[in-house]
């Protein structure tokens, strides 16, 4: 928190007030108000009989309120002119290292620390920033060495002890921290910061009620503190609270616009809600401020990895690491993508590093226990979550891995309890939702799994552990709806149930059993007037009208080669049939593209000679998704779109425009109970094949008839089945969520 640390700065001014001028000219330029001290300090400035400390100390005040405002250029200008004012006093290399600090310039800060310490080796406030630098750097022993230095010069300084307590925080020493920090609070219970420091820590302990009184009392100090606004906006979103969240987050930003706490906490909120374009946006605000900022590479590698971009996760993570190599989180964060593709040994050798670094790091124990998990270590993993549930006792996901590990091992009654409690601090835990059902099922408890099953399917997958995770409920769901429950059966850990659920309370929709009225659009483009005609789309678009029409559906509407004003008309005109629809499908083969982050639709008669013809001669995805809205049931537009697009090199930039046309369609994030399916993966481009369809059309036409397969189960073969044909060079993919019922396309072959 870079506003809190300046605070000391005031106490040090305050020993060298200017002596020569008005007094109400010196109260203004030390107001904590931002804007006043500036005016303030402006005035005094224009004096001409100010002596040389006079002008540094009031320069040094100045400085103080633009950093409290993010203008840190300005705050940086003010401590050189500080230094050029007085260069024997230690005043303006603090200041100045200060600024250089709040620009991460460490090398510079450390610089004038040492500098202001050989001025006056009495100068505690000089250990205290040097100490600040060296804990910014990760080197959190020797800044503890340097605020101990500060401390013994200056017994119970306030600030001193606050700056100290952020050392211990950072080796999740919390014991330590509050310490520090309360002691603060009772030598000065009016410093703001040192509550929003106590209220970091607690936050981490999810002490939460303890951190929120904490930060009340700050913004009720300062109320124009906008750290104290964005650390609140951060536990509100640690407690599921998101929009009370975001509301005190962009309070903070707007007292302070280059606030990166608050941007870092905007973005783990919209990371949070799957709005992962929204937090990518702020993380690269947040770099654009201080490049060197390690901690938001990792915050933004965690949001890629999300986002399933391992090459930029993996990129943003080894730049973290590079620029503090000895930050904890950052090797946490490449740990993860090293499990996540199956490479054990280098996940657990960066947990590893990462526990060395702070031993206390309870996400390091946990993602280290999942990693066991997936190895089948689950009783190295209980040793871990153990660890981490005495570090975090309402640590969810320990609770969650602890459960399933438990469960691995045969015990069940512990991994149910473990399972519970997790789902008790987080509700959206589809992995614990999906291993709690498993156990319901392993004691036969047959309604306890099936809500835990469509509670797995209702809840957005944020993460490919939980796209995983839907897939195994749906495939659970659809089996038991294909057979009777078994009798009950008593286990070796616990005692089953005698009272079952029915298979009936699986509700499925298929087309002999109330499936209502489906309908669909399927659109295949083939002859391209200004990109050359393409082999496969009208196939491809006659083989899916041609299966839509065996399973059931009640109306399908097949249409070829279309200019913009045909598809628009189709779409409109498909638009008010889907009003009273159970079902709606929407299927594109042809050329897309992806501009801005938005996906088009390219109609035959389309030019594209400049980017900023795109929307003017394309269909945006968000149009189709409009046109499907209103189906009752399921929503669902599937895009063979991503073919290698001749559009693409040859559309022009308009001037000053920075609109990226990007390879194949981007990642999307979607609202609502909605499906859309790529060809391929966002960002790359599908194959054409060697025949007369697509890899893709044929995938779709050999798994749309199963009979009594749920539509998410029937996406993820249609993926193996494209991966198999293509070695891998293409890999389907599908966003959105649709709810907790099983959806079939066929409940009978066809």
């Known amino acids: 928190m870079r506003w809190i640390a300046l605070i000391f700065l005031f106490l040090l001014l305050s020993m060298q007030r200017p002596n020569t001028i008005h007094a109400d000219d010196v109260a203004d330029c030390k107001s904590r108000d931002p804007d006043a001290a500036i005016a303030g300090c402006t005035k005094v400035l224009r004096r001409s009989d100010l002596s040389a400390q006079d002008r540094a100390t009031a320069l040094g005040y100045r400085g103080v309120a633009y950093s409290h405002k993010g203008m840190t250029d300005e705050a940086l200008a003010d401590g050189i002119r500080a230094v050029e004012a007085d260069p024997r006093s230690p005043l303006g290399y603090i200041v100045r290292g200060r600024m250089y600090l709040l620009r991460g310039d460490l090398d510079l800060a450390i610089g004038d620390a040492d500098r202001a310490i050989r001025a006056d080796p009495r100068a505690f406030h000089a250990y205290q920033l040097r100490a600040n630098v060296l804990a910014r750097r990760g080197e959190n022993d020797r800044a503890l060495q340097d605020y101990d230095k500060a401390n013994a010069l200056k017994p119970n300084d306030a600030f001193i002890l606050a700056d100290r307590g952020t050392a211990h925080a950072r080796k999740a020493d919390f014991d330590k921290a509050i310490a520090d920090f309360s002691r603060s609070i009772q030598i000065n219970s009016k410093l703001a910061g040192a509550y929003v420091f106590r209220a970091t820590a607690y936050g981490y302990l999810a002490e939460y009620e303890r951190a929120l009184a904490d930060l009340s009392k700050a913004v009720a100090l300062e109320p124009k503190n906008s750290e104290a606004y964005a650390t609140r906006g951060r536990i509100y979103v640690s407690m599921n609270e998101t929009e009370r969240g975001l509301a005190d987050i962009q309070r903070a930003l707007e007292l302070n616009p280059n606030s990166i706490i608050a941007l870092l906490g905007r973005g783990a909120a919209y990371t949070n809600q799957g709005a992962l374009d929204r937090a990518l946006k702020d993380y690269n605000r947040a770099i654009d401020l201080n490049p060197k900022e390690a901690s938001v590479y990792s915050s933004r590698?965690?949001?890629?990895?999300?986002?399933?971009?391992?090459?930029?996760?993996?990129?943003?993570?080894?730049?973290?690491?590079?620029?503090?190599?000895?930050?904890?989180?950052?090797?946490?964060?490449?740990?993860?993508?090293?499990?996540?593709?199956?490479?054990?040994?280098?996940?657990?050798?960066?947990?590893?590093?990462?526990?060395?670094?702070?031993?206390?790091?309870?996400?390091?124990?946990?993602?280290?226990?999942?990693?066991?998990?997936?190895?089948?270590?689950?009783?190295?993993?209980?040793?871990?979550?153990?660890?981490?549930?005495?570090?975090?006792?309402?640590?969810?996901?320990?609770?969650?891995?602890?459960?399933?590990?438990?469960?691995?091992?045969?015990?069940?009654?512990?991994?149910?309890?473990?399972?519970?409690?997790?789902?008790?601090?987080?509700?959206?835990?589809?992995?614990?939702?999906?291993?709690?059902?498993?156990?319901?099922?392993?004691?036969?408890?047959?309604?306890?799994?099936?809500?835990?099953?469509?509670?797995?399917?209702?809840?957005?997958?944020?993460?490919?552990?939980?796209?995983?995770?839907?897939?195994?409920?749906?495939?659970?769901?659809?089996?038991?709806?294909?057979?009777?429950?078994?009798?009950?059966?008593?286990?070796?850990?616990?005692?089953?149930?005698?009272?079952?659920?029915?298979?009936?309370?699986?509700?499925?929709?298929?087309?002999?059993?109330?499936?209502?009225?489906?309908?669909?659009?399927?659109?295949?483009?083939?002859?391209?007037?200004?990109?050359?005609?393409?082999?496969?789309?009208?196939?491809?678009?006659?083989?899916?009208?041609?299966?839509?029409?065996?399973?059931?559906?009640?109306?399908?509407?097949?249409?070829?080669?279309?200019?913009?004003?045909?598809?628009?008309?189709?779409?409109?005109?498909?638009?008010?049939?889907?009003?009273?629809?159970?079902?709606?499908?929407?299927?594109?083969?042809?050329?897309?593209?992806?501009?801005?982050?938005?996906?088009?639709?390219?109609?035959?008669?389309?030019?594209?000679?400049?980017?900023?013809?795109?929307?003017?001669?394309?269909?945006?995805?968000?149009?189709?998704?409009?046109?499907?809205?209103?189906?009752?049931?399921?929503?669902?537009?599937?895009?063979?779109?991503?073919?290698?697009?001749?559009?693409?090199?040859?559309?022009?930039?308009?001037?000053?425009?920075?609109?990226?046309?990007?390879?194949?369609?981007?990642?999307?994030?979607?609202?609502?109970?909605?499906?859309?399916?790529?060809?391929?993966?966002?960002?790359?481009?599908?194959?054409?094949?060697?025949?007369?369809?697509?890899?893709?059309?044929?995938?779709?036409?050999?798994?749309?008839?199963?009979?009594?397969?749920?539509?998410?189960?029937?996406?993820?073969?249609?993926?193996?089945?494209?991966?198999?044909?293509?070695n891998s060079q293409q890999e389907p993919y599908t966003y959105g969520s649709i709810g907790g019922d099983l959806l079939y396309l066929a409940s009978t072959a066809k």
């Open 301 to 726: 590698c965690l949001t890629y990895l999300t986002k399933d971009e391992p090459e930029r996760a993996f990129a943003d993570c080894n730049r973290a690491i590079e620029l503090n190599p000895k930050l904890s989180a950052g090797y946490v964060g490449r740990g993860r993508l090293f499990a996540s593709r199956k490479d054990f040994d280098r996940a657990l050798a960066d947990f590893a590093r990462a526990l060395e670094l702070v031993p206390k790091n309870h996400a390091a124990l946990a993602q280290r226990a999942r990693t066991y998990l997936d190895m089948g270590q689950p009783d190295r993993a209980v040793s871990d979550l153990e660890r981490a549930i005495q570090l975090l006792p309402k640590y969810q996901y320990a609770f969650a891995y602890r459960g399933m590990a438990y469960a691995k091992k045969g015990q069940l009654e512990r991994g149910l309890a473990d399972l519970t409690k997790a789902i008790q601090l987080d509700a959206r835990l589809a992995e614990a939702f999906g291993a709690r059902a498993e156990v319901y099922l392993a004691t036969n408890e047959w309604g306890q799994a099936i809500a835990d099953l469509r509670k797995v399917l209702s809840l957005p997958a944020r993460t490919e552990l939980e796209r995983t995770a839907q897939l195994r409920a749906a495939e659970l769901l659809t089996s038991l709806a294909q057979k009777a429950p078994p009798a009950p059966a008593a286990t070796p850990t616990a005692a089953a149930k005698t009272t079952v659920a029915p298979v009936s309370s699986v509700p499925v929709v298929t087309a002999a059993s109330g499936a209502g009225r489906r309908i669909a659009l399927v659109i295949g483009n083939s002859a391209y007037a200004y990109a050359g005609e393409l082999r496969n789309p009208a196939n491809d678009a006659k083989a899916i009208a041609g299966v839509l029409r065996r399973v059931g559906f009640t109306e399908v509407v097949d249409k070829y080669d279309l200019g913009l004003a045909q598809m628009t008309a189709a779409l409109k005109d498909f638009g008010d049939r889907v009003a009273g629809a159970d079902w709606a499908i929407i299927y594109f083969a042809g050329h897309g593209l992806e501009m801005g982050g938005s996906a088009y639709l390219v109609p035959t008669d389309a030019k594209l000679e400049k980017d900023a013809h795109v929307p003017y001669e394309a269909v945006p995805l968000d149009r189709m998704l409009q046109t499907v809205d209103s189906a009752k049931k399921l929503r669902l537009i599937i895009l063979d779109a991503c073919r290698n697009n001749p559009f693409i090199a040859r559309i022009g930039r308009s001037g000053g425009g920075s609109r990226a046309i990007g390879r194949g369609l981007p990642a999307i994030e979607i609202e609502g109970d909605v499906l859309v399916a790529y060809a391929t993966k966002h960002g790359t481009t599908a194959l054409d094949g060697e025949g007369q369809n697509s890899p893709y059309a044929l995938a779709l036409v050999e798994n749309m008839p199963a009979p009594n397969v749920d539509i998410r189960i029937m996406f993820g073969r249609v993926r193996d089945t494209v991966r198999r044909t293509t």
